[in-house]
């Protein structure tokens, strides 16, 4: 937060001051007039989700960190978590029931957590039983049944890009387990059929993991970011540079195609750079609203 120089009030006790908060709006690409276009009123929202049935959306409330549940129409808005628990990335169930999330407790490594969709108590899924460092971002498998997520592995001996595997939790026994040939990679987004994980490898390459034979393939050369499916399962779209360029790679040739460029998006720098996808495969990320507010602060002249 940027602020100008603070204003005493006569009685020499309180002073007042503008701040300049960083907020972000939630903002999706129009192709008609090829411009990004406030939606849902220009949420303060990054990281957003879509439910199965299309009929609702989970974000994360920029710039506090917590999750939220909203209806495309806008309707039925709600807090599902609160500080100081920092929230990123929810995502919902195949079944619409719940939203997972991984997040961050002060003083604690990163761990991945679930709460009903419709309000209550927040419950911890993973507890380091394999990412003594820290577990990160994650993907429902298509029929719910599991999670496969990111576990930080503290063993010095191994490489650095070795440090990250994809282990699985199946939610009715919480039984952990880790992936096959998934070293080295993180960030998992699970296929529509729940055969493949997009996921991110070394110098963050998007791979190909098939989750039934346990294999992998490189897709790119190139550097990726905020992987997402194609609703027909035939691409994975992605950021290449942060807030430069949106790609997409075909599955079947691996081809990669530019979509267009995100310079014109100027993202919010609190959104790390957050690009997904609506249902229609149109692109919906965070834009830099920025915002000037009022503060008070009471002291004791010496």
Not at 57 to 80: F, H, K, M
Not at 213 to 226: D, M, V, Y
């Amino acid at each position: 937060m940027k602020a100008n120089l603070p204003q005493a009030s006569p009685n020499g006790h309180r002073i007042f001051f503008l701040g300049q908060l960083a907020t972000g709006q939630l903002v999706r690409y129009d192709r008609k007039s090829n411009e990004w276009t406030p939606w849902l009123g220009g949420l303060p929202a990054m990281q957003a989700d879509f439910s199965r049935d299309r009929k609702w959306l989970t974000y994360v409330r920029c710039p506090e960190g917590t999750v939220w549940r909203i209806g495309v129409d806008g309707s039925e808005r709600r807090q599902l978590t609160v500080p100081p628990l920092f929230a990123l990335n929810p995502r919902w169930a195949p079944d619409g029931t719940e939203i997972a999330f991984y997040g961050r407790r002060p003083g604690e490594p990163p761990r991945l957590y679930v709460v009903p969709a419709k309000g209550g108590a927040v419950r911890q899924l993973t507890h380091g039983d394999n990412g003594s460092i820290g577990d990160t971002d994650f993907t429902w498998s298509a029929d719910g049944a599991s999670i496969i997520f990111g576990a930080n592995l503290a063993d010095q001996s191994l490489d650095p890009a070795q440090r990250q595997v994809l282990d699985l939790i199946e939610m009715a026994s919480q039984r952990i387990s880790m992936l096959p040939a998934s070293e080295g990679l993180w960030s998992p987004r699970s296929s529509r059929d729940g055969r493949y994980a997009a996921a991110l490898g070394p110098g963050n390459r998007l791979w190909l993991y098939d989750i039934e034979a346990h294999t992998r393939a490189q897709l790119t050369k190139i550097g990726a970011g905020w992987p997402n499916w194609s609703q027909d399962g035939k691409y994975v779209y992605f950021e290449e540079n942060p807030g430069v360029d949106w790609l997409r790679v075909r599955i079947s040739d691996r081809k990669v195609e530019r979509v267009m460029s995100l310079e014109s998006l100027k993202m919010a720098p609190l959104s790390l750079s957050w690009v997904g996808l609506t249902p229609d495969d149109l692109p919906i990320s965070t834009r830099d609203a920025g915002g000037t507010e009022i503060y008070e602060l009471d002291w004791q002249a010496p």
